[in-house]
């Protein structure tokens, strides 16, 4: 079972690894961190179509999940304290386990760094694709890079070729979902298998087109109420059935982590949305961090690729293009929250342009 040892206290996070693409000296290194509940294992089916698009791909497990350290109590009473500072502190020493991780990988896994080729093409190199709640974490990373260790900062200024955002939760963002749009059931009462079944279903639902406008003070209110396909006809085409419910008892446990819903992950909901604003103001609209001499300048300024996401797109807009992150942002149509799992060949060819 790979781990990589994240810090000085012996915690690790477990991954897999796709392997040198075949007779690659040029290849780019993906690291896909998971959402919430769902861990890894959900990216196996894109491991056979990654060499063939010049791919190697790391799936990684964050804390609390197989393979990986389990969160302390004193990990969890930093979350549930109602003070904000000692909130920002657990997100950080997240972000920075994840900064290292990608560090020890680098170093040892001795991957090619970003090259240019004669043509201008970007080769090598290593992008980090986080999905859905994982952008908690990979956001935090972001949001605090100014505490990560100079010699890693370095060196990713050398390997970080791009951040994808593959449709970020909005409980990442701080922001409530504008009403009319459909939220996750939650009940920390409830059986943890239950509650996993219920949670897999929400999240892996296909549900109708919408648009948010550019302007969002004050959000948009969606009458009637968007609701999952599955719900809205008496008669649904089995392809828009919700993802899980086209699993197997068996595969949906290999898949999920249900001790996850017992008690950490809905502390981590709990956490002050002003702390995960300032995360994301950090992360993305002002990537400034002090150099040394007490100038702020930008870090990893061009690394963020973005799911459609309206929220941080018009908060993206407003923010000084001099500190704010290169964005763009790309769209995947007519697939819902698992597309990685239903279409991965569709999914990888897709990422391939964006990596």
């Given at each position: 079972?790979?781990t990589?040892?994240?810090?000085?206290?012996?915690?690790?996070l477990y991954?897999?690894d796709s392997?040198?693409?075949?007779?690659s000296a040029?290849?780019?290194t993906l690291?896909?961190?998971h959402?919430?509940?769902?861990?890894s294992?959900?990216?196996?089916?894109?491991?056979?179509?990654a060499?063939?698009?010049?791919?190697?791909l790391?799936l990684?497990?964050?804390r609390?999940y197989p393979?990986s350290?389990d969160?302390?109590p004193?990990?969890?009473?930093?979350l549930?304290?109602?003070?904000p500072?000692?909130?920002?502190?657990a997100?950080a020493?997240?972000?920075?386990?994840?900064?290292e991780?990608?560090?020890?990988?680098?170093?040892?896994e001795?991957?090619?760094?970003?090259t240019?080729?004669p043509?201008?093409?970007?080769?090598?190199?290593?992008s980090l694709?986080?999905w859905?709640g994982?952008?908690?974490?990979?956001?935090?990373?972001f949001g605090?890079?100014?505490?990560?260790?100079?010699?890693?900062?370095?060196?990713?200024n050398t390997?970080l070729?791009s951040f994808?955002m593959f449709d970020p939760s909005s409980?990442?963002?701080g922001?409530?979902?504008?009403?009319?749009?459909?939220s996750l059931?939650r009940?920390?009462?409830a059986?943890v298998?239950?509650?996993v079944?219920?949670f897999?279903?929400?999240v892996?639902?296909?549900y109708?087109?919408?648009e948010?406008?550019d302007d969002i003070d004050?959000?948009?209110t969606?009458?009637?109420p968007r609701?999952p396909?599955?719900e809205a006809?008496?008669?649904i085409n089995?392809?828009?059935a919700?993802?899980s419910?086209?699993?197997?008892?068996e595969t949906?446990?290999d898949l999920?982590?249900?001790?996850i819903m017992?008690?950490y992950?809905?502390v981590l909901?709990?956490?002050n949305?002003?702390?995960l604003?300032t995360n994301l103001?950090r992360?993305?609209?002002?990537?400034?961090v002090?150099?040394?001499?007490g100038?702020?300048?930008?870090?990893?300024p061009?690394?963020l690729?973005?799911?459609?996401?309206?929220?941080?797109?018009?908060?993206?807009?407003?923010?000084?293009?001099?500190?704010r992150?290169?964005?763009?942002l790309h769209?995947?149509k007519?697939a819902?929250?698992?597309?990685h799992?239903e279409?991965p060949?569709?999914?990888?060819?897709?990422?391939t342009g964006?990596?």
């Amino acid at each position: 079972m790979p781990t990589a040892p994240v810090d000085h206290e012996g915690t690790v996070l477990y991954y897999e690894d796709s392997g040198i693409p075949a007779k690659s000296a040029n290849y780019v290194t993906l690291v896909l961190i998971h959402g919430t509940c769902f861990h890894s294992a959900v990216y196996r089916p894109m491991l056979p179509f990654a060499a063939e698009h010049n791919l190697r791909l790391v799936l990684l497990n964050l804390r609390g999940y197989p393979g990986s350290t389990d969160y302390s109590p004193a990990d969890l009473d930093k979350l549930r304290d109602s003070d904000p500072e000692s909130q920002e502190q657990a997100m950080a020493e997240r972000g920075l386990e994840i900064a290292e991780f990608l560090r020890w990988y680098i170093d040892t896994e001795a991957i090619p760094p970003i090259t240019l080729t004669p043509e201008g093409v970007s080769t090598g190199g290593i992008s980090l694709l986080s999905w859905s709640g994982g952008n908690w974490f990979t956001v935090a990373m972001f949001g605090n890079a100014g505490t990560i260790p100079e010699s890693t900062r370095k060196l990713l200024n050398t390997y970080l070729r791009s951040f994808v955002m593959f449709d970020p939760s909005s409980t990442v963002i701080g922001h409530s979902i504008p009403p009319g749009l459909s939220s996750l059931r939650r009940d920390a009462s409830a059986p943890v298998d239950e509650q996993v079944a219920i949670f897999a279903v929400d999240v892996s639902a296909y549900y109708p087109p919408y648009e948010i406008p550019d302007d969002i003070d004050p959000p948009p209110t969606f009458d009637v109420p968007r609701r999952p396909l599955h719900e809205a006809s008496a008669e649904i085409n089995p392809k828009y059935a919700p993802t899980s419910t086209k699993m197997s008892p068996e595969t949906l446990r290999d898949l999920t982590h249900s001790p996850i819903m017992k008690e950490y992950q809905h502390v981590l909901w709990g956490v002050n949305r002003e702390v995960l604003k300032t995360n994301l103001h950090r992360a993305l609209y002002d990537c400034r961090v002090d150099d040394g001499t007490g100038m702020r300048k930008p870090i990893w300024p061009d690394v963020l690729r973005l799911g459609r996401h309206e929220i941080i797109r018009a908060g993206h807009q407003k923010a000084n293009p001099e500190h704010r992150r290169d964005m763009q942002l790309h769209m995947l149509k007519n697939a819902n929250h698992f597309v990685h799992w239903e279409e991965p060949e569709r999914f990888i060819k897709f990422l391939t342009g964006i990596v």
